[in-house]
């Protein structure tokens, strides 16, 4: 029983495209997460979102766009997508300020 | 601007060896300090978390210590084991409820 999920595992696609990823844990937290680890395997948190508030990364371009179909859920939409988006992105879950529980990765190529 | 410093950057040991690993911040205004474990190709793996007021946490083998007012954390491990090869991560929490990760150590525990 996964704790957080993630699909798809791994994405290639051509530059210009639109993508979805979508992440859901099992774990009733009520904060979830999207971060991006760089070919260098630097992560970076990109956004952080409960049922309340989403905060942005001010780094993160304006073709990333998360969506919560319901508490379970935070999807990564990425519109017109470049090369330097390639790298591993990474779902987690958490109680408020509890531990992070992250997801296995989408590991997303762009051609 | 939060920023995160890991010492060393990789580590080879023998087995069975003692090890400390080393983790800076540049602000010490955190809720919490946590080490996570990611192996080649997976996610993270949450070790030890410790809350802002606290200054050590254990676990087995483990022990995380906290010194908020300098900016600094240790992993200890004692007894290392090859199944102790990973990269190990630091990663502060910030009021924004943003992870700032630090760049990895990347343990190698030789039989």
């Known amino acids: 029983d996964t704790a957080v999920s993630q699909t798809p595992k791994y994405l290639v696609t051509q530059m210009g495209n639109d993508k979805s990823i979508k992440c859901e844990q099992n774990?009733?937290?009520?904060?979830m997460y999207w971060y991006k680890q760089d070919s260098k395997k630097f992560l970076k948190i990109m956004f952080s979102?409960?049922?309340?508030?989403?905060?942005i990364n001010e780094t993160v371009p304006n073709r990333f766009s998360p969506k919560s179909p319901d508490k379970a859920h935070l999807n990564l939409h990425i519109n017109s997508l470049e090369l330097g988006d390639s790298a591993v992105y990474f779902c987690?879950?958490?109680?408020?300020?509890?531990?992070?529980?992250f997801g296995p990765g989408t590991r997303l190529l762009v051609l | 601007k939060q920023e995160v410093t890991q010492i060393p950057a990789a580590l080879s040991v023998p087995e069975g060896e003692n090890l400390v690993l080393n983790c800076s911040f540049t602000d010490s205004a955190i809720y919490n300090l946590q080490w996570f474990r990611q192996d080649p190709g997976k996610g993270l793996t949450s070790l030890l978390l410790i809350q802002s007021s606290q200054r050590e946490q254990t676990s087995g083998r483990l022990n995380a210590s906290l010194d908020k007012s300098s900016g600094r954390s240790t992993l200890y491990i004692a007894a290392s084991q090859p199944g102790d090869s990973a990269t190990y991560l630091c990663?502060?929490?910030?009021?924004?409820?943003?992870?700032?990760f630090g760049t990895g150590t990347r343990l190698t525990v030789i039989p």
């Open positions: 979102y409960n049922n309340k508030e989403l905060i």
């Open positions: 774990l009733g937290h009520d904060t």
């Open positions: 990663a502060v929490l910030t009021g924004a409820n943003n992870l700032f």
């Open positions: 987690a879950s958490s109680h408020r300020t509890e531990t992070q529980y």
